[in-house]
């Protein structure tokens, strides 16, 4: 599964009617870019980049909870990398 750091943000409680995923991971590194801030966490073994608002103060370490709507994730094959199609992602489990 791949999600762009835009599309995600600082976890909040899905509202009602949204396809919401919440996760919580540890910070890697957060990297100040200006306006935004690129932070770098994981979960598990997987590395996750979030685009943030850049007046958080956010360290190595520490826990933070990140969400993101399922609807704008891509879902790719685990062998071919190919990217599935919109049908095919009920078949593929997380």
Known sequence: ???????VALGQPAAAG??????DS???VSELTGAETLLYSKLGS???IA???SGLDLR??????LAYDMELAHFFDAVSGDRLKLGEK?????
């Open 46 to 48: 997987q590395e996750l």
């Open 90 to 94: 009920a078949a593929i489990s997380l």
């Open 60 to 65: 190595a370490g520490e826990s933070v909870r």
């Open 18 to 23: 949204q396809s919401m995923a919440v996760v």
């Open 26 to 28: 540890e910070v890697i």
């Open 1 to 7: 599964m791949g999600i762009r750091p835009e599309h």
């Open 51 to 53: 685009r943030i608002d």
